[in-house]
């Protein structure tokens, strides 16, 4: 008992260490623990205006948002919740289905009393963002949508036979076992494969985001994310079946990574698409080129469509 003790005190410790060399939200910005169906969010919430939704993925939380908010919250309510499992959010066992996910976003902006949002969604925050769109689409304005494929959609039987989606299959008990206690390692792979420069994704980047991974449950929930790719896969063509989205979207790339098919994925689920690819980025495009990709997102919303 007393080397968990000891072993969760540690942990702790490093993990406000780490944080504290992260860019912090502004002091505009209030947290909440909002109750959805099963989970409970944890939420940033700061300034007025329109509402914004900012949605991350894997190897990182609703932290990797905080430059952005900040650009954002003196013309929007800028909400950023880690999803259910991940970041300082609560680890049920079940419902990391995006579809169930995208139910989550509807309780968080219920709670708030908020009926109309914009989203911004980067990676896994991709996935839930399609699934909320597609299910509440008059609560949908605009859509900015970052650098990873829509399970189902597209090109997709081709890239899950990629080697770099390995780890899309890469879960079970022995999995995690082997990952724990070198949460750091595994995550080390994807910021150096995935990335254009590695030394873009500085060490208190790395050592912020290994701490939240190492915090109990927080691998087993990252796997179960991937885990449900072959029911996204399901829902997203059912999704789809029922019509494109119509609402304004901006799909960005990496030039390193998705490119110009991000666009081309999305313009699979929607009609009003336009493509973006910035320049010397790979996967991690807010961590790598945060002044390009906030400029073209801002120029975005900026626009009156």
């Known amino acids: 008992m007393m080397r968990r003790l000891l072993s969760a005190a540690v942990m702790l410790a490093a993990s406000w260490a780490a944080a504290a060399s992260v860019v912090p939200f502004p002091p505009e910005f209030k947290t909440q623990e909002i109750h959805t169906d099963g989970a409970t969010l944890h939420v940033r919430i700061g300034g007025h205006g329109p509402a914004v939704v ?5 190897g990182d939380s609703g932290d990797m948002w905080a430059p952005l908010a900040a650009q954002l919250v003196h013309d929007y309510t800028v909400i950023v919740p880690d999803l259910r499992g991940m970041g300082l959010s609560s680890h049920p066992e079940g419902g990391y289905d995006k579809k169930a996910q ?6 968080v902006l219920d709670s708030l009393q908020i009926r109309d949002t914009e989203l911004i969604t980067h990676d896994i925050g991709n996935m839930v963002g399609y699934a909320f769109a597609a299910q509440y689409r008059d609560r949908v304005t605009r859509w ?18 990629s080697p770099v989606v390995w780890h899309f299959n890469f879960r079970g008990p022995d999995e995690e076992r082997l990952v724990a206690g070198r949460e750091r390692i595994y995550l080390d792979r994807f910021w150096d494969e995935l990335s254009a420069n590695p030394q873009a994704i500085d060490e208190a980047t790395r050592a912020h985001y290994a701490a939240l991974y190492a915090r109990p449950l927080a691998i087993h929930d990252a796997f179960n994310q991937f885990a449900a790719f072959s029911q996204d896969a399901i829902d997203n063509k059912a999704f789809l079946a029922k019509g494109k989205l119509t609402f304004p979207i901006l799909a960005i790339g990496a030039d390193k990574s998705f490119g110009t098919a991000m666009v081309d994925d999305i313009r699979f689920v929607a009609t009003n698409v336009t493509g973006l690819v910035i320049a010397n980025s790979g996967h991690w495009l807010m961590e790598e080129q945060p002044t390009a990709t906030m400029a073209g997102i801002r120029a975005f919303l900026a626009k009156k469509h």
């Open 54 to 58: 900012l949605l991350h993925g894997f």
């Open 102 to 107: 995208a139910g989550d976003v509807a309780r």
């Open 144 to 161: 900015v949508v970052m650098d990873a494929p829509l399970p189902g959609i597209g090109d997709w039987e081709h890239i899950i036979c």
